[in-house]
């Protein structure tokens, strides 16, 4: 008993932080309607500000605690409302959240590059060593304080929702945001409240949590993420719920942890301790599953954002040819390291490809793009540990019927739980099934004692995946060259095989289910068998990104498959267009190639920052950056064939001066920089040569896009608007509200 | 095949929508669903398509009892419809937003049927504009195509003439009486109530989502309670000479 008690009073402290991150979490989706992937990250601010406050500058802790939650709460959530969210209007929920997901990346990588993540860093709680004795229980001062806090922050935030004014103006604007307008009230002033308050309770959270655990801005956001689970039982709209479920997440992980997680007596108790770590996310699938069925809703009025246009067969081909002949020019050209570092890159982008079907076309989020790569890659190591060919093959079919089972139960649910159940899947293979301890796989008749099946299985092998790179009709891959571009005829062929869905009536589907769900079910289709379809065509591409990535590898550790770096290929691929084929060469030459380390050795976090940085602005342009600022400035020297083949017989011929070492590989560098540079410059100078009339000394101007492009990515640029003056014979500054 | 609703109620919360509704639609002939905004006609429609479900009551379609069914069921059931607010693919071309449609129905139809609604439309013209970019007339023509796309039984169309032109309406209004020609059921809610008396068949009134009136279009027309209701007794008597001129051409008996 006394047992049982010490561990409520444990499960119940735990329970007042994650009412806290969760209450802020809900009021901030109820009404915004975004869902804040990034609150955890506000969290790990507070934790972080508040320990370098507390512990290196020796602040008390009361003035300390007034800095974080009186200032640096609110003043985040004015910057991120103000800075970010206010520019998503008419984005999709997509968009809106890998917006959070890059700024949940982005602090991350932020928080890591102010404090060395190496250093230990440990927060004394106030009232330290102080307790009072309840049923025969030491309770520290502090543990009392935090449920205090909770309590009072539940009670607030009840009465600011549902009995304040700005409370009925949040709700309202989730409602009916026009008829709340023509009400006087002011969308961005509520807004602001709505970002204010859940920050705040986020840095409030961080700090109550600080001295409970060691500081890592990682596992800090992953902690907090846990209180999603709170959230969902909350339905994301419901205090007292969620509150509720906040109650049974703390209660059933004290639980858990006391009477499992150090018990290695019992029967498979070494398998379970890891499970201790995932009771959050095993919550979080239970209330998954007591969600209603999604309601069909019929469009608002507001009109999306997004284009989704259809791939041609020319700009695939285009595409697959540049990539398996740029990869077999420049293999040669590297040193040995940069060489095997590269080895990953169409891995990379193999698995970011598998976020296009998904994300870009039928309008569905995973957040675990990595983990079916996984699936993938321990399929190929376990069954083809020679490196088969078809080991690939076995990659994708293993991993899409894994993403078909993840997503069968989820799929009748709005993205965002969908998205919720992904990340579950993910830190619960990082958490636990990586790092399962060998285990026998028996399968037997039930009710008799013949095996039919025996086999010693070691998940990750110890912490390292034994992986062998492929042969192919006796072409031994081993090498990094051979094996870089074989990975990229791999990518090639995924680019062709999706290009081929795209345009099937399997693709058309996806989109219409993305454009009008309700539409998609009034014509007879079944949205939850085309969720699971592209759900299994997803994680199957991964699958195979998987297993090309760990052959890459050759020994991957689970930790290079971990959710947050899965994050950062899907904030990329949605910044370079999620719809896009191409944005998957992006986020693969981004995050491997080893440029970006060459040039900054000292700056590790440079990349999720550069990515995150990227991310946040999607806001600006949701349907990506290939198709609204790359393919405009390169459609003139598309058009050119001439000028197009010039410079790429510079290109070529500079090269092979490279290869026959008459120049260093720096000058082949910067010739590659300067054509991506100044071939754009010269297309379009050529089209306004060709355009305007002989012996004009004006150019003829026009638009950057068509206009129904443009309408779709506004704002507008300065040129458009400066043309669309002129043309319609408007004085700039009269009539636009500027 | 025949709709039949049966006694349909529609609570949210502590709010009643649609209180022990009862109509039916019969093949053959044009039915229209009308009432002042917010009766619960829309509400009605959900239920019917299966988007809602009722807090009570039954919706049957021929012999088969759709009330349980998930929309995709009820569609292949024979169901077809449109929506007040236009539901099109907006990035999918009117071409593409067909063949969608077509994926319920046998592989070796989809081709010829979808040039058959393209044809029967008119919409040849715009086959492979982008949905996003028609305007609303076309708009709910290409709907209404979507929706005749495997020849449903059944058709529910909401609104469809709000945005049309005076020719798109007499081109609509031309489509729906030789569809119910062929035998389509068709169950109309609309506010233009020319449209409504000149091809009606039979007309249902909600009010506060209740049933208080069916009847054929004479019947409507002089029927207190949907005076008193709906049309308002005022503006009846202004406006009832031009009303009554409208209706009385083209008007099915």
Known sequence: MREFVGFTITGLVTASIYAVVASGLTLTYATTGIFNWAHGALAAIGAFVYWQCTTLWGWPAPLAMILCVGII??????????????????????????????????????????????????????????????????????????MAVALLVGIVMRWVLYRSRAGVQMRGIVDDRSLIILNGVSPVRTAQTSWVIGSTTAVLAGVLIAPKTSLSAGSLA??????????????????????????????????????????TDLPGGQYLIGLVNVVPVVVLFIALQFLPQERLRAAKSQQARELSNRPTWNGSLWLVVAAVVVTAAIAPLLAPGDLHNMTKLWGIAVIALSLVPLLGWAGRLAVCPFAFAAVGALISAHLAPDGQIWGLVLAGVGAAAVGAILSFPGARLSPLYLALATAAFAV???????????????????????????HQL??????????????????????????????????????LA?????????????????????????????????TVAAFAISAGVAGVGGALYGAAMQRPSPDAFNFFSGLSILVIVVVLGASTLGSSVGAGAFLAAPVLVNVFPSLAQVTPTLTAAAGVSLGNNPNGSIRSDIAPQWSGVGQRPLLLGGGLAVLAGVYLATLGDLISNWFFAGACVAFVIVMPILGRRATRALASPAGSAVPERRLSASPEQLAQSLPLGADDLSYLDDTFGITPGVGRGS | MDLEVTDVTVRFGGNTVLSD?????????ITSLIGPNGAGKTTLFNVITGVLKPTSGRVMLGTNDMTSMPVHKRVRLGLGRTFQRLELFGTLTVEENLRVAASAIPRERRTSEVQRVIQQLRLQQVSDVRADTLSTGTGRLVELARALVGEPSLLLLDEPASGQNDSETRVFSEVLVDLADRGMTILLVEHDMNLVMAISHRIHVLDFGQLIASGSPAEIRSDVRVQAAYLGQESLEVGSGRRRSDVSTGAHP
């Open chain 1, 428 to 454: 619960a293979l990082d958490n636990w099934i990586f790092r399962l301890p060998p285990f026998h796989l028996v399968i037997r008749i039930p009710f008799t004692e013949v095996t039919l099946y025996r």
């Open chain 2, 21 to 29: 509704v009862g109509l039916d639609a019969v093949s053959g002939g």
């Open chain 1, 498 to 530: 999706l290009t081929a869905l795209r345009r099937s009536d399997l693709g058309l589907r996806m989109i219409a289910l993305k454009d009008s769900p309700i539409g998609y079910a009034t014509v007879g289709l079944n949205r939850q068998v085309t």
């Open chain 1, 73 to 146: 709460g609110p003043v985040l959530g004015v910057t991120v409302e103000s800075g970010i969210m206010r520019r998503l209007d008419g984005t999709n929920e997509i968009t809106r959240m890998a917006v959070t997901l890059a700024l949940l990346v982005g602090i991350i990588a932020g928080i890591n590059w102010i404090w060395d993540p190496q250093m230990t860093k440990v927060v004394l709680p106030v009232f330290n060593g102080k307790a009072i004795e309840i049923l025969g229980q030491r309770l520290p001062v502090y543990d009392l304080l935090v």
């Open chain 1, 458 to 495: 070691d998940i990750f092998q110890g912490g390292s995946l034994a992986m062998r790179r492929p042969k192919v009709f006796g072409f031994d891959l081993s090498g990094d060259q051979a094996f870089l571009i074989f990975a990229s005829i791999v990518f090639g062929a995924s680019v």
């Open chain 1, 222 to 263: 992953l902690l907090i993420m846990n209180a999603f689970a709170a959230s969902v039982v909350g339905r994301l709209r419901s205090l007292p719920l969620t509150i509720l479920g906040a109650a049974i997440l703390g209660l059933s992980t004290a639980y858990a942890q006391g009477y499992v997680g150090s018990r």
